[in-house]
C-alpha cells in the first residue's frame, strides 16, 4: 500500500468532511520554502500556505488547507538544461491524512492504492489530477483534462469541490512580485 499510516478516517467520514461548509482560519499568506540549489540553473521560488479551517463555527486544528506554488525553472543534468514548468496543488488533510487535493505538475502519478478502480497501477501522464480518498486510503489519483493551467484556475476548481471558503479571498503568490528579466 502506498501509504505508510492506517487510515484513521473512512470514505464515508471524508464525504461527510467534505460536503460540510468549512472557511480558512486566517487569510492566505504564502511563506517561502528553501530549495536545494545543486543541479539548478536558476533556483526556483517555492510557497505555500496552510490554515486549520472553521468547521460548524468550530476551529478544527485536525482540517487543514494547503496550498504550494514552485515557479518554472531549468534542471542541468551534464551538458543538458531541461525546462520544467511551474508546479502546484490544493489539499485538503484530516488529521495526517490527505483526503482531496488537487495537482497540476510535470511529474507522473502511480496510484498505489483503490483496486478495482479505473487508474488503479496506472501511470497518469497528465499535468493535473486529483486525489481522492478511498477504502484503502490516500494515494489514488484521476486525471482532469483539460489541464489546470494555472494555480487560479486550480484554486477555483478545487473550492467547491472541498466546499472550501478561503478567508480574505485567493492571493495570488506571485501578487506584488517584479517580473525578473534575464538578460
Not at 52 to 72: H, L, Q
Not at 96 to 121: A, E
Not at 137 to 146: D, F, K, S, V
Request: glycine share 8%.
Amino acid at each position: 500500500m502506498a501509504n505508510k499510516v492506517e487510515p484513521l478516517i473512512t470514505p464515508d467520514e471524508v464525504q461527510e468532511i467534505l460536503a460540510e461548509p468549512k472557511e480558512t482560519v486566517k487569510p492566505i499568506s504564502w511563506v517561502h520554502r528553501p530549495l536545494a540549489a545543486s543541479g539548478n540553473a536558476a533556483l526556483p521560488l517555492w510557497m505555500e500556505f496552510a490554515s486549520a479551517c472553521r468547521v460548524k463555527g468550530e476551529i478544527r486544528e485536525d482540517v487543514i488547507f494547503r496550498v504550494f506554488y514552485r515557479s518554472p525553472r531549468t534542471r542541468v543534468q551534464g551538458q543538458a538544461a531541461i525546462m520544467v514548468g511551474e508546479a502546484f496543488g490544493a489539499s485538503l488533510f484530516v488529521g495526517p491524512h490527505r483526503v482531496f487535493g488537487v495537482d497540476t505538475d510535470d511529474s507522473f502519478h502511480s496510484s498505489l492504492v483503490g483496486n478495482g478502480l479505473p487508474n488503479y497501477r496506472r501511470v497518469l501522464a497528465d499535468r493535473s489530477h486529483q486525489h481522492i480518498w478511498v477504502a484503502e486510503g490516500e494515494g489514488y489519483a484521476e486525471p482532469l483534462t483539460p489541464a489546470l493551467n494555472s494555480i487560479s484556475a486550480l484554486i477555483d476548481y478545487f473550492l467547491p469541490r472541498a466546499n472550501l471558503t478561503l478567508a480574505g479571498g485567493f492571493a495570488h503568490p506571485l501578487k506584488g512580485r517584479q517580473i525578473e528579466l534575464i538578460l
